[in-house]
């Protein structure tokens, strides 16, 4: 249980345009969901976090006009990285939280979009 | 402020030799401590947890034990396996419930040769 899945895996695009990757959980509700994003060899750095139906919060120093995060519904949160550059090559990861359950407030990760701009 | 502190990579190991990688935190109150594994290319998967003061945490051979008075969390695992390589994140959580942030370490990259 507590699978969260991540589309796509990777993704090449050209610099100046919009990447959108989704992130699932699939077998419980999500009401808050989280994005990393993670630079090689280094930890992760939290983006933003979303709760089911509201504005995402981002941390300092995010910019929130060039990560735009939406979290729909309880299973899916979107982040689309828009007017891409090489800087924002990285590898995005998100995680999945219920409130419920014996799972409740763990953090639950994707297995992670490899983006790479060209 | 929270933070977590690892001991920095890469530890090199050969197959069955022992393993302890070291993790300190600081934080207010009373956190939640974890150790997630992240194999290549793939996301982080929580390897294990303690929510108190002198739990034991463990899972496929792993264990790390909450020490208060030391404030560590230090992984270990008797006999490794190649299997085994990937990077280790050390984090705490400052509470049980309600919504709380991770805080991570910077990870510690584990290599095992055969």
Redesign the interface.
Known sequence: GAV?S?HPSWVICKSGTSVKIECRSLDFQAT?MFWYRQFP????M?MA?SNEGSKATYEQGVEKDKFLINHASLTLSTLTVTSAHPEDSSFY?C?A?TPNGDI?????????T?LTVT | GNSVTQMEGPVTLSEEAFLTINCTYTATGYPSLFWYVQYPGEGLQLLLKATKADDKGSNKGFEATYRKETTSFHLEKGSVQVSDSAVYFCALRRSNTGFQKLVFGTGTRLLVSP
């Open positions: 969260v991540q808050t060899k280094q930890s992760l939290l976090t990861i995680s939280m409740a407030y763990e953090q639950y990760f994707g297995p992670g490899r």
